[in-house]
Each structure stands twice: as C-alpha cells, then as structure tokens.
C-alpha cells in the first residue's frame, strides 16, 4: 500500500515568491492535514481537512497562506509572498477518520532566501 | 489547549542498553501515538496506543490514560535506532511533545 506522497521534497525560493506544496494521501483516508515542523521542534497542526472540508484552519495564517482540496483527494497548500520566518519543514498526513492512526508523508523542506 | 510533556529531552546510550522514554499529557485524550523521526526527517510510525500495552520486536509502550501518561520501552538499543522520539495526542486534534533525541553509540 503506497505512504502520504509529498511534492516537491526540497524547494529554495527568494522571499516575497509565491509557494505550492501538493500532497497525495493514502487511498480511502477522508481526513488530510498539514503540519509544520520548525527546526527542533515536533510538528504543528495548519490545517485539518475532512473529505473536501476544511474543518480547522484556526492555526493557518491566512493573509498568505491558502489550502484546496478539490474533490476530498489529493490537496495543495500555497504560500503567497513567502517570508524568511516561513523556511521550515511542511508535512501532510492521513488518517481514516480524525481520532484513527495518522501516517505521515516524507515532508517539504521550504528554504527561503 | 492540552499540553505534552516528554522526558528525557535528550539520551544517550551504549548499543545494547534499555532505555524508558516518558510522556505526559494534560488532558484526556481519543488517541495516542508514538513516532521515530529518522535522520532525513520522515515520521515512522511506532504505536497507536490510547491506552493498553502493545509489543513490537524491542520496542514496546504503554499508556495508562486514567493518569494521563505513556511509556515506549526500546530494549537492546541498536545504532540505527538514533533519531527523535515524539509523543503525540489527540483531544481535538494532535498535539506533539518537543520529543526525546535518542543517541546510540556503538
């Protein structure tokens, strides 16, 4: 059974740049979130979808950052203009429900310059 | 919103030692898992333990909700198993503890 795919795996930008992040969860999980881990630190929550809803996003900040996820499947999260403080590790993750086993993909890691 | 405590912040170990990683929460909780986050970053699942005690090879866990903790026992600890140990709990969503950094020397 294939893991959460994640792309790109690295991505170097120039501040104020826009971002994309695409995440494939595994087949049949309705519920899809992105993290952010900062470096040494464990990961926190941006945004929790079920099915094509996002039912938390009060952790996103939404004057730059953005989410879709069209059809309940696969999701994007946007970055638009990208800042210094943003470089981190962007992580999605599956799971079938809220409460079962998350799996987490191999994560993006954002440098921006 | 729930707070995570794990403990020790960091270990270091001669391959062959056991060692208990701790991991406190403030609150009840619907699910508890324990990850290993390897050197390039990927989050391995360990357990799915929101409560109960669960085996696999040398690793084990235990999580007693009624006190609001957990344990992950790793025995005869080997090289490979290096890297960060997160706790992570579910109230109304995950929340995860700053983690356990796991070094083991050969």
């Known amino acids: 059974e294939a893991g959460v795919v994640q792309s790109p795996r690295y991505k170097i930008i120039e501040k104020k740049q826009p971002v994309a992040f695409w995440c494939n969860p595994i087949?049949?999980?309705?519920?899809l979130y992105w993290y952010l881990q900062n470096l040494g630190q464990g990961p926190e929550l941006l945004i929790r979808?079920?099915?094509?809803?996002?039912?938390?996003d009060s952790q996103l900040p939404k004057d730059r950052f953005s989410a879709e996820r069209l059809k309940g499947v696969d999701s994007t999260l946007k970055i638009q203009p990208a800042e210094l403080g943003d470089s981190a590790v962007y992580l999605c993750?599956?799971?079938?429900?809220?409460?079962?086993?998350?799996?987490f993909g191999p994560g993006t890691r954002l440098t921006v310059l | 919103g729930i707070q995570v405590e794990q403990s020790p912040p960091d270990l270091i170990l001669q391959e062959g030692a056991n060692s208990t990683l701790r991991c406190n929460f403030s609150?009840?909780?619907?699910?508890l898992q324990w990850f290993h986050q390897n050197p390039w970053g990927q989050l391995i699942n360990l357990f799915y333990i929101p409560s109960g005690t669960k085996q696999n090879g040398r690793l084990s866990a235990t999580t007693v909700a009624t006190e609001r903790y957990s344990l992950l026992y790793i025995s005869s600890s080997q090289t490979t198993d290096s890297g960060v140990y997160f706790c992570?709990?579910?109230?109304?969503?995950?929340?995860f503890g700053a983690g356990t950094r796991l070094t083991v020397k050969p």
């Open positions: 979808y079920e099915n094509e809803e996002a039912v938390d």
């Open positions: 993750a599956s799971s079938m429900s809220r409460n079962n086993e998350q799996f």
């Open positions: 087949s049949g999980h309705n519920t």
């Open positions: 992570a709990v579910v109230r109304y969503d995950m929340r």
């Open positions: 609150d009840s909780v619907n699910n």
